[in-house]
């Protein structure tokens, strides 16, 4: 069946670091893939979205690569900040709006 | 613009009894898109809807159905319901687009926190 992995311990950075969060699926080909970020309490807010033929995007402090030989994407935040900290959401689709969800990973970012 | 608004925030009911849910999309966006988010499941599509007819549909049993108006506005409802069905309801829009809205940003409300007793 399709999985989509992230992993789901918290990730413990220094401001300032660069945060680095993992996305890996079995068994599916996304044509596109998202990443949102998810205050408690709030709905998730879209960040970016990759397609299967871009390697690399980025926008500010924010990268996403797509592997879909690894069948992984790497979400990157740089100069993190405090204001940073959030679980961070991938999210594939390869049928309209039809979002399939990987289990988040927690980011804090201590000053 | 205002946002995705969804109704009530908070609701809790017990066994047996049904609820509806309500979501108003941004204006302009005629696709609306509903998941449930649980701690054990995550996040799950549920079901979409564009122009007023079913575009997609997750692996949820009948009991949850939807429907949405000529104003986009889009309601779910639950009927019979049963403990496992406790989960935040978020309703996301997006402008839908004739392919199907696959590179389509799509934007979140508050959801609605369920608590079935």
């Not at chain 1, 390697?55 to 990157?76: A, C, G, N, P």
């Not at chain 2, 009927?79 to 392919?99: F, I, M, P």
Request: charge should be positive; hydrophobic fraction near 30%; proline fraction near 4%.
């Amino acid at each position: 069946s399709q999985k989509i992995e992230q992993n789901s311990e918290a990730l413990n950075i220094q401001e300032g670091k660069t945060a680095t969060l993992t996305c890996n699926y079995t068994n599916y080909s996304p044509a596109y893939l998202q990443w949102y970020r998810q205050d408690p309490g709030r709905g998730p807010v879209f960040l970016l979205l990759i397609r299967e033929n871009e390697k690399e995007k980025r926008k500010e402090r924010l990268k996403v690569t797509f592997d879909t030989t690894l069948k992984q994407s790497l979400f990157h935040i740089t100069a993190s900040q405090p204001a940073d900290s959030a679980t961070y959401l991938c999210a594939m689709s390869d049928a309209g709006n039809m979002l399939t969800f990987g289990g988040g990973t927690r980011l804090m970012v201590k000053p | 613009k205002a946002g995705v608004t969804q109704t009530p925030r908070y609701l809790i009911k017990t066994r047996g009894q049904q609820v509806t849910l309500s979501c108003s999309p941004i204006s302009g966006h005629r696709s609306v898109s509903w998941y449930q988010q649980t701690p054990g499941q995550g996040l799950q599509f549920l079901f979409e809807y564009f122009s007023e007819t079913q575009r997609n549909k997750g692996n949820f049993p009948g009991r949850f159905s939807g429907r949405q108006f000529s104003n986009s506005r889009s309601e779910m409802n639950v009927s019979t319901l049963e403990l496992g069905d406790s989960a935040l309801y978020l309703c996301a829009s997006s402008l839908g687009g004739s392919r199907g809205g696959r590179t389509d940003t799509q934007y979140f409300g508050p959801g609605t926190r369920l608590t079935v007793l």
